[in-house]
């Protein structure tokens, strides 16, 4: 193993929420708004089905093989050229999304923010600070993310801040708009959470394999509780027409919220968690494109790739989708169903058929 660290149900699926729910509470509410309007939270829920299965077809894959990633048993499935070619497409799939996650970090920041700061500054300073972790391994990724634990009471603490400002009446009629735009809706939400299948990355290093369908399974539904409750904060505060025009929705139901002069510009503490939590987004996508690409090369230790994937990150993240609007009209449109159709679903699912076929792989881990 290029991996020597091991860690524990709760580091994983802490490490899993923070995978995904940064940029999914950013960006996903106007998506899902756009298509759904005051029905947006009906899609989280269909959104939740399409990644438990997702979730549920991933770990069964990989727990039929033992102690390997993903990169290790495509080889086995599928034969070595084939798995080779496969293999690559997932590294360029973690490139890819991470280059579009710290792009969204540094429009969100440069935007919002900081107008007069450079973007490429915050592309580099994330990066680095990725590489440091990624470079000490899973287990220091792992601890440093626990960190992140005291914000998911802030953010509910946010939430019930923001009640003054919220009307029911904004979620009226239910299911006016029809079962097609719900559907639609999900396509963007269901996309984020489908990024569960980069646990695959990570369930051989569990201490206790056999409890990754566990994991997996509380990691969706705990992403979707908090999306959803991001989504009927924008919507009761501000209705379906205003969230789905505002790029960063949540962000504003924030800067709305003022108890007293003391706690006024709570956004400040929302945009630490929201650093924060890209830094480790980040840092989980780029330990799984290292790890593969080391794989994939078959050497006996990733972390001298861990500079060259750092300046590749750095240089895509500033070549794609130089305008905001270019890069959420993608988010909406083009990556939803490139990452499920193919990396999220299509693949994974293609793969245990074969394996089925084949007879490759054994039991779950005991």
Known sequence: ??????????????????????????????????????????????????????AWLVVTLSLRFPGKTLFEYVEEILGKIPGKIVSFFYIWWFLHMNALVIREYGVFLATA??????????????????????????????????????????????????????KL??????????????????????????????FAMIIPYLNRPREAHRVAALSVLLVSFFLTASILEALLIFGPNLTGAWIFPVFNAVRLISVDNSLGRLEIIIVLAWVLGGFFKVGVFYYAAVLGSAQWLELKDYRPLVLPVGIILVALSILIHEGIVDLFDFLARVWPPYALIVFEAGIPLVLLLVALVRGKGGRKNA
């Open 1 to 54: 193993m290029l991996e020597k660290g091991k860690i524990n149900s709760l580091q994983a699926i802490l490490l899993m929420i923070s995978m995904i729910l940064p940029t999914a509470v950013l960006s996903v509410p106007a998506i899902t708004v756009k298509s759904a309007r005051q029905d947006a939270w009906l899609s989280i829920i269909v959104a939740t089905v399409v990644g438990l299965l997702i």
């Open 113 to 166: 923010i900081m107008p007069d700061t450079p973007i490429s500054v915050f592309h580099i300073v994330v990066v680095v600070v990725a590489a440091y972790a990624v470079r000490n391994g899973l287990e220091v990724l792992s601890r440093a993310n626990q960190l992140l634990i005291p914000t998911t009471v802030l953010l509910a603490t946010v939430f019930i801040l923001s009640t003054g400002n919220m």
């Open 169 to 198: 009446s904004r979620m009226l009629p239910v299911i006016d708009t029809g079962l097609l735009p719900i559907i639609k809706g999900a396509a963007a939400p269901a996309s984020w959470l489908g990024e569960i299948v980069t």
